[in-house]
Every structure is written in C-alpha cells, then in structure tokens.
C-alpha cells in the first residue's frame, strides 16, 4: 500500500483464497529453455524430496520447503490450527532463541497447562468463575515474564534478516504450508541450518500472544473486509462435508482454543521429512547444496503419517443461493464443483478461465464489462479453495451502480450458456494457447516463481512436471472438449451463489 | 553521450561475526547460526548502457538472453500532482485511455486484440509523482510490439467510448472507496497530511464527471514527449538492436518542450489528530511527519533508523512490541518514502477497537524512546548488516538493475549514489541516527495522525485527546 515495505511487514501472510497461489503459479510453456532436462530431482533415504535448479542470473537463491499439510487436515474443532503452527514456526528452536532450553522447558510447560485451564474456564462463559480467570491470567502472565528471562525473541527473523534475506515469508492454504526465502547464494547453510532444525525441534515460545495476533489477522481479512467475509460465506456453503468448507484462518471459537498440546502432535505429523518438498533454484552448485541438504536434513527420522480418511463432499443436489449482509456495495461470487488437477476435465477449465476473463478482449471484459456496462470487474479463477481435493471453479463478479447483482449475474450465465451453445473460434483458442506458454516464460523469470512452481506441484501431485507439461496439454484442448466441459460443470444444481447485501 | 558497457565491481565480504548475546552455546552436531562461515560473495554487476537519442530521449539497456523475452520500460516525468484544480483524476485517466482508446491507424478494440494475439502485456498508469508505460514481448514478436507502445505513447487517440468507460469505472471505484478500510485510512492520511498541495488531492464524483477528451490531449501533449521520458530495454536484444529499434519506433518523436519539474511540497506541515468514524471491529492508525529527502546527508541515517523504527523485520521495535510482544496487531511497522526534495516517514497499525488507544500508546512511545536515546549498538550493527547484505537483491535482474539506475537519475540523485550507497550506510553512527531522530520524531515535529474506528474509539480516544478532529464522512458518491 504505502511502499514495498509494508509488504514485508504483512509477513507471514496465509494465503488467503489461494488464488493468488494458483495465478502466480499456472504453468508456463517452454521454448529454449528445457526445463524438465534441467531440474535435479534426489529423494533421500527419509523421504525428504529435493527439486534443484542451476543457474547463474545474480549471485542468489530461492529457497522453498513446502509441507503437504495444510488447514485441510485439521482434526475436527481446531481450525487454525495449521495456519497459528505456521506462524509459531518463527518461534525458535531448542538452540536458537534460547539463552537456556533446560531452564526453560519446566516453565513451558507450565504455560501450557495454564492456558489450558484458562481456556477451559473462559469457555464456561456465563457459568465461568470471574476470580478464577482473574487468578490463572496473572499466573499465566508471570509465568510468561519469567520464560522471557531465559529466550530471544524473534531470533530466525533476525538471522535472516541480518545476513541479507528477500522475500522471507511463509503461508498456510488448505492443501499446504510453504516457508520461503531468498539469500545471498553464499548463505544456503544458514537457511539448512535453520531450516532443518525448525523441522523438528521448534519450540512454542509466545503462543497465547500469537494466537492474539491471528486474531487480528481475522479480523483484518474477514471481519473488516466485505470480500474476504463473503469467500468464507460461500465456501462454507458451497462445501456442506468436506474440510474445504472451514477458513483456512479458523472459525473465532476453535482459534480462540487453540492449545500447545494438541499442536505439538500436529507438528510432529505433519513437518516430517517424508512430507516435504524442497526447491532450490539459482546460483548454486547442486552437488554442493545436495551435499548440505543430507548434511543438515539426512538425520531426520520419518514420520508413519497417520492421516485419517478425509470425508468426501457427496454430489450437489440443487442450487444453494446465501446472502451475506455487509455495510457495503454489492459483490457476487458463484462457484461450480469439479475435479482438480491432474484431471482431463481441470486442463479443459484453465482455458475456459482464460477464455472468459484473461485481458481486454475476455468475453466477461468485452461483454460485461464494456458492452452491456454491468460490471466494474468480472474474474474467474479455476481451481478454489485448494486443489488436493475436488474443488470449484468460481467466478468474482462486482456489478457497476445502478445495476444489481442479479443483474450480472443473469449476464454472466448467459455468457457461460455460450461457451455450452457455440463453439469456440479456432482464432481465439490459439490466443490463449499463445497467452498460456508467453506467461509460463515469464513465470520461468525469477527464482523465486520458478521455486514456488516446481515445488508446488512436486507437493501437490507429487510431480513437478506436470507444471512442464501443462502447456503442451493446453495446446491439444479443441473447441469441442470446451463445451463438453461447460456443459458437464456449468448447471444450475451444481452452482452455489453468494452476495453482499447492504446493510449493517 | 556514451558511456561504454563497463563493469561495477561490488564485492560481498562477509566476515566472521561473534554470535549475539545470549545466544545458546552450539549443540555437538549443530553449529551455532551466528557461527556459521560463508565464503565470499564476490559478483559483478554489469553496468546497463546509456545512450541520449537525437530527440533527446534517454535510452537505457541491459540485455538478458536466458528466455526469448523483452521488457521496455518508460518513465515519464508526470503524475497526479499536476491534475488541474477541479479536473483531480486526468492524468490517470489519460494514462488507461492512451491503453485502451486506440492508437491510429487501430482503433481500442482493434489494438487490444493485436496485442493480446501478440500474447503481449503492455500497460500505461499514472502515480502520484512519476508514471510509467512498459510492454512485455517475446522476442519473436518485438518488432510488432514496439510499434503498438510507440503509438500508444505518441499518438493515441483517446476514443470517446473509451474515455467513458474509463470514467464510468472511477466512478464505481469511488463508490466503493468506503468498503475497504484499509484503503480509506492510507488515502485520508494523505489527504490530511498533504492539506492545500496537489499531494493530497483526490479525484471526486465531480471532478471525473468534469474531464473532457480535450483535457485528455492537452494533458498528453504537455507531458508525453522526448525532454520527460527515459526508456529501458532489458532482454533477448543486443544493445545495438535497442538503439537501433528505439530510434525506428521513437526517433520521430519530437516536441520543443522542456522536462517537466515536479514541484517540492509546501514545507510547512499544522499537524494534528483526525478521527474518521466507520463501523468495524479493526482501527487503522496511521501517523506520518515529514523527513529527509533523498538528497539530505540526513538521509542514510533515517534508512536505518525507519529499519530499526519498524520496517525491518520481526526485530524492530514496532513490530516487535506491538505484534510480538503484546499480540495488538497483524500489520504493524514503518515505513519511509524518501523522494528528491523531502521524505515522509509514517507508522501504521490495524488493531481491535479495545486495543486502538493502547496501541497508539506504545507507537508513541516507540518514537519518544527514538528520538531521545541512543540506540543500542546492537541494533544498528544488525541493520547495516541487513541493508548490505540485502543490496544484492536491489540488482538481482537485469530489469532491477535497469531500474535503479533509472529511478537515480530521475530523482536527480549524483552520479555515484547507487555506488556509494553501502558506504554511506556504514559510515552512519549512534550519534547521527540520534540526531536525525531527535530533529525528525521528536516532540517539537509536528505529525498528522489518522485514526480510522468505530463510536467506542472515538468516545475514548476524545478522552484523552479532546483537540482530536473529526473529518467528515466521505460523500455517498
């Protein structure tokens, strides 16, 4: 907003619809530049994936370390929970943020056994004993300014900060959790060496005043913001089983009793080596950074993932319309259930996204937007709120005063109506096929997107080329397979819609 | 003028540091972090060409050959501050009209559906002191591309239909200006702390209503020519290629007129406390006073001291107290806009309705601490380490690179500034920092701070602040 600073200070931003993971990362073709002969690609013995690319652009690199955990396998009433691990992995270690661990361990866990209680007690609300509370939060807090004697606060921050560190940031989908940096390219061992450690031994300093924090971060995304409170609305409807239907921030009653314990287990399933993907891109030598890779990550033991079987978001039966009351001006959002990646139908759906909202000459721009002058923006994005899982294609749409919502949204589904009647114009097939590879070159251009693609869907699909390969899928995608897919996907019984009604 | 492609040496050494206070003595198998050796950095970064076209353009370029990409950029010496009184919002809608009204011989339609099938991105938006066009091509399909922005740039036609749809969208924009307040708080700030300068002017229902195609041409003619414009070519393309194009795309350009001067703002600043009301669970506080400019010796001790203040990481004090402390906040830090002729060094903070006034608290009493003690020699050791080792960053591209040197000389900075930078960091001392803090965040500086909240904020904070103003809300537009 005000300078590329405050940025850096959002850091530790989750991600929030996962949208702009998928922008940032959709595919990008290749001409002259082979990526998948380039890319190295080690698994070692515990399992830890390591995706390396070589090249020599600056004297840096971009490290990413993605989890294949995310707020979709938080047990039931603990949402948040994945996203609060995320931000207490900045914490610290047993041997970083600590002038003494063996003084501070008893202290811990005594944090943690009164949090609990106070948890417990506040939940009682009407019934709870206001003396009680009253006691365990002095307790808690002198406990906390005695623990303070024996740490360092903000100590994985400063080190990297310090020694030169870009980008460093991290963030909590539905699908994964990615901590990412970028450094000096003489600096790799520090980020091993934090990296590696924070896998297993991080430490819950300051839990209570960063689950405050989150809470603010609710209330700055969802509470305060008409849109971010109208996605949560609607994903929640249009999932009724699935964990996909809960914010990835966590509903406020779960956030609010979020505790040590239960995310001690979390983190030990979840950050394990045979869950994690890692890329390395830039000026590296790879067999000197796979050499201090096994170094620093080879001792670590894999984890059995005990992962418990997912329910299953049974078929739509009929169109689900919610409304969401906001002092604001109107917005829509409308969302269709379909397969994720790698499925024929999802490359199908990535063009129709671009056939309806990439650039000027979009149909939703040229007929929405300009023509019939309905809507200030009309977006349609493939692939929300996580692609582990089947998930939806969606639409962002906000009507232009004196028009409605209803009214856009009767234009948009006679826009969608089109792509099932008429077949679409070889002509603007090969545009988007052009737009597709030009933007997957672009994507290529800096080490930190091309880290964050291999290892997206490295952690995804369990295969990075999929990335690679995607354009040349996208080039075999014909008019004809355009409107089986709208017709499948695009139906009224299989649609959810939600709108911001004015209102306080 | 020439200057042949040289190289700038700049050289990372990274010594051996002692670990931090307090740290834990390194386990067996793990070396403590502060202890870790790195081997030198050494890097050259090459210098871009610069070259000054017949009509006077300045053409910088820096090829990069890794993808069959090209990227030209242009800086054009103007911006919203010079929108006339009543007509606030011309120079960005003469900006999205050049892109989207046509260009002869292509209509709007017509050249958006060239460039898209070109597979091009090409985008032309006005800021607030400068704006800027640039064009993203593949290599292929250069040639093609360049003519579409040198039309863009030179001739556009600034179609009717189009200038209505542009206005039609402002106009929503402001509509919804209030939904998102965030957004709203920032713009007040400006707003108040800008009083009676173009800075703190905004477009409104009427003044979009009230812009003309002809102000449009007229606002395009005074500011897009040779004298105000600087172009950068980063890419698939030899340097004699970039002279070669720019003088085949853009050597016609001509115009008698001079550069344009972006006048300095009225220094004198009444500060004071503004309160807008809106109905929400999160206060948005944001202060901000005016600092050094970019030309100042005063400068580089306010980069370390905006670092230390807030803006560099978990560490600094903003964050460290607000958010990691005492939990009061998600965004919270500094920031420091240093431009040619003065600074603006502002703290914001987003927090619950209960904690606004305690926030305020603590982000005052952060600046007091600033401005009247020394900081600890820790603290500025770290984050002259940081600017430093990070510097590599600012050139990590070929564009990056480009830019610095651009943004340089159009701020007027001196021949060697990007190269004495890192010097001049280091050479800062406690004492300098000290100085720059008491003159700039001290008691006697006045400030403006904006306080967006709800009814209870504004009950409790007129409390304690009972010459608090309360600004009127924004018209329902």
Redo the contacts between chains.
């Keep these: 907003?005000?300078?590329h600073?405050?940025h850096?200070?959002?850091?530790l931003a989750i991600l929030f619809t996962a949208a702009s993971l998928l922008l940032l990362l959709r595919p990008l073709p290749l001409?002259?530049?082979d990526l998948e002969e380039r890319v190295q690609k080690h698994v070692l013995s515990n399992g830890l994936t390591v995706l390396l690319f070589e090249?020599h652009?600056?004297?840096?690199v971009s490290l990413y370390i993605r989890y294949r955990a995310g707020a979709v396998d938080e047990p039931e009433g603990k949402t948040g929970m994945a996203h609060l691990l995320e931000h207490m992995m900045?914490k610290g270690t047993?041997?970083?943020g600590?002038?003494?661990?063996s003084q501070e361990r008893p202290i811990l866990d005594k944090i943690a056994d009164t949090g609990r209680l106070l948890d417990a007690e506040r939940r009682k609300k009407g019934r709870a004993d206001a003396a009680r509370i009253e006691t365990l939060t002095k307790r808690l807090e002198q406990l906390q300014q005695s623990h303070r004697r024996w740490t360092?606060?903000?100590?994985i921050?400063?080190?990297?900060?310090?020694?030169?560190?870009?980008d460093?940031n991290a963030s909590t989908g539905q699908d994964l959790i990615t901590y990412h940096v970028?450094l000096?390219?003489?600096?790799i061992?520090?980020w091993a060496?934090?990296e590696s450690?924070r896998m297993r031994n991080t430490v819950f300093r300051?839990f209570?005043?960063?689950?405050?924090?989150?809470?603010?971060?609710r209330?700055?995304r969802s509470?305060?913001?008409?849109g971010g409170k109208l996605y949560e609305q609607f994903i929640a409807a249009a999932f009724t089983a699935h964990p996909y239907r809960r914010p990835i921030l966590g509903w406020p009653s779960d956030m609010r009793n979020l505790d040590m314990d239960t995310m001690t287990e979390f983190y030990r399933r979840t950050h394990a080596p045979n869950n994690t993907v890692i890329a390395v891109v830039g000026d590296v030598n790879p067999g000197a950074a796979m050499k201090l890779i096994r170094r620093y990550f080879g001792g670590i033991p894999r984890q059995t993932s005990a992962g418990f079987p997912l329910t299953e978001e049974p078929p739509q039966r009929g169109e689900r319309r919610i409304e969401v009351r906001f002092?604001?001006?109107p917005q829509l959002l409308i969302g269709y259930h379909k397969p994720p990646p790698p499925d024929a139908d999802d490359y199908v759906l990535d063009v129709i996204e671009s056939i309806l909202s990439r650039?000027?000459?979009s149909r939703f721009h040229k007929r929405l937007?300009?023509e019939l002058?309905l809507a200030?923006s009309v977006e349609a994005v493939n692939g929300l709120p996580g692609s582990r899982y089947p998930n939806l294609f969606a639409i962002f749409a906000?009507p232009?005063?004196p028009h409605t919502a209803r009214e856009l949204e009767e234009a948009i589904y006679a826009e969608i109506d089109r792509l099932k009647a008429e077949p679409v114009e070889e002509r603007e097939l090969t545009?988007i096929k052009?737009?597709v590879?030009?933007?997957y070159?672009?994507g290529?251009?800096?080490?930190a997107g091309l880290a964050g693609m291999l290892s997206y869907y490295e952690a995804l699909l369990g295969d990075y080329r999929y990335a690679v390969r995607h354009p040349d899928k996208i080039e075999q995608i014909t008019s004809a397979d355009v409107r089986k897919a709208a017709g499948k996907y695009f139906v009224p019984d299989n649609r959810t819609v939600a709108t911001i009604v004015k209102g306080? | 003028m020439r200057r042949s492609f040289r190289i700038l040496l700049f050289c990372f050494f990274l010594f051996y540091l002692p670990s931090a206070a307090g740290a834990a003595p390194p386990s067996p198998s793990l070396p403590a972090p502060d202890r870790l050796k790195y081997p030198p950095l050494t890097w050259q970064i090459p210098e871009p060409s610069r070259w000054v076209m017949d009509n006077g353009i300045v053409l910088y370029h820096l090829p990069n050959i890794e993808l069959p990409l090209v990227s030209v950029s242009l800086v054009i010496r103007t911006g919203s501050i010079f929108d006339p009184a009543g007509k606030e919002g011309l120079a960005d809608l003469t900006a999205t009209v050049m892109r989207t009204g046509g260009a002869a011989p292509l209509s709007g339609d017509l050249m958006d559906d060239r460039i898209e099938s070109l597979a091009a991105i090409l985008r032309v938006s006005a800021d607030r002191e400068s704006s800027n066009a640039s064009l993203s091509v593949l290599r292929k399909n250069l040639a093609e591309g360049l003519d579409l922005f040198s039309r863009i740039l030179m001739t556009p036609s600034f179609e009717e239909k189009k200038l209505a749809l542009a206005k039609n969208l402002k106009l929503e924009e402001l509509r919804r200006l209030r939904d998102d307040p965030q957004k709203l708080a920032f713009r007040e700030f400006q707003r108040m702390f800008f009083r009676g300068d173009p800075r703190g002017s905004y477009p409104s229902r009427s003044s979009v209503q009230s812009i003309t195609r002809d102000d449009l041409i007229r606002f395009h003619e005074r500011y897009f020519h040779p004298a105000n414009v600087m172009i950068a070519m980063t890419g698939d393309l030899s340097a004699s290629e970039a002279r070669e194009l720019a003088t085949r795309y853009f050597g016609a350009w001509r115009s008698t007129a001079a550069s344009a001067q972006i006048p300095p703002p009225e220094k004198g600043l009444s500060g004071g406390m503004f309160f807008l009301l809106k109905d929400t669970p999160q206060s948005v506080i944001v202060s901000g006073r005016f600092s050094p400019s970019k030309r100042e010796s005063r400068f580089y001790p306010f980069e370390l001291l905006d670092f230390i203040a807030g803006s560099g990481g978990f560490r600094s004090r903003i964050f460290q107290q607000i958010r990691t402390d005492e939990g009061l906040a998600y965004s919270t830090g500094s920031f420091y806009r240093a431009r040619p002729d003065y600074g603006l060094f502002g703290t914001y903070v987003l927090t619950k309705a209960e904690s606004t006034v305690r926030a305020l608290a603590v982000l005052n009493s952060i600046l007091g601490d600033l401005s009247t003690q020394p900081v600890r020699v820790e603290e500025l050791s770290s984050a002259k380490k940081a600017i430093d080792n990070s510097f590599i960053f600012s050139f990590a591209s070929a564009e990056r690179i480009v830019s610095q040197y651009v943004s340089a000389e159009y701020d007027g900075l001196p021949g060697d500034y990007l190269k004495s930078y890192r010097k001049r960091i280091e050479a800062v001392t406690e004492k300098d920092l000290l100085d720059a803090a008491a003159r700039y965040l001290g008691t006697a500086s006045p400030s403006v701070t904006l306080i967006l909240g709800n009814a209870s904020v504004l009950e409790e904070l007129r409390k304690i602040h009972p010459s608090m103003e309360v600004l009127a809300p924004l018209p329902e537009e």
């Design positions: 907003m005000i300078g600073r405050l850096r200070a959002a850091a001409s002259g530049f090249r652009q600056s004297p840096t900045f047993k041997t970083i600590s002038k003494s661990f360092v606060s903000n100590e921050d400063r080190l990297y900060t310090e020694n030169g560190a870009a460093l970028s000096p390219a003489n600096k061992e520090l060496r934090i450690d300051e209570f005043a960063e689950r405050d924090v989150v809470m603010e971060e209330r700055q509470e305060s913001d008409p002092e604001a001006n650039g000027r000459t937007v300009e002058a200030e906000t232009r005063h545009k052009n737009q590879k030009a933007n070159l672009r290529l251009n800096s080490n306080p």
